[in-house]
């Protein structure tokens, strides 16, 4: 389990970041109704190197358990991430096979590289994927209207 280190709303909620206590803080300015850190999304985490003692396949999966930063009446997902590791991004990318109707959206701190070696940004790397995506810790106003 990883530990973070902890902020507080304006209204004192104890939130994992100080980026989502910024967007938190955005929503209930707007009066926008929102659930944080419920409910859970169970995946399936693909392993790789592993082999089933069984059948000898080599596609083994493992269950996992989602709990998105934010979850909205409409069901859009909102996820909030300062850095966007390579465990996030397999997580994103699982969530999005596995929930292909689900309306899955990352509001990032800023459009990093994905490593200090790489060319890709947050932002290519969700346009790869057609994952809708904000920068500076802002939900944008066209997001606003479709979640009130």
Not at 41 to 57: M, P, Q, V, Y
Not at 63 to 74: A, G, I, K, Q
Request: proline residues 3%; glycine residues 6%.
């Amino acid at each position: 389990m990883r530990r973070f280190k902890s902020a507080k709303t304006k209204k004192g909620r104890k939130v994992r970041s100080k980026l989502e206590a910024k967007v938190l803080d955005q929503l209930d300015k707007e009066k926008i109704e929102y659930e944080y850190g419920h409910p859970r999304l169970e995946w399936f985490d693909t392993i790789t190197g592993a082999r089933c003692i069984e059948c000898g396949s080599k596609r083994l999966t493992k269950r996992r358990m989602y709990l998105p930063d934010l979850v909205f009446r409409s069901g859009t997902v909102i996820e909030v991430k300062g850095k966007f590791t390579a465990r996030d991004r397999k997580l994103a990318e699982g969530i999005k096979r596995q929930y292909p109707n689900l309306d899955f959206r990352l509001v990032f701190d800023r459009d990093n590289k994905l490593s200090k070696s790489s060319t890709t940004r947050y932002s290519g790397w969700c346009k790869s994927r057609e994952i809708p995506c904000v920068f500076k810790g802002t939900i944008p106003e066209s997001w606003i209207k479709e979640l009130k």
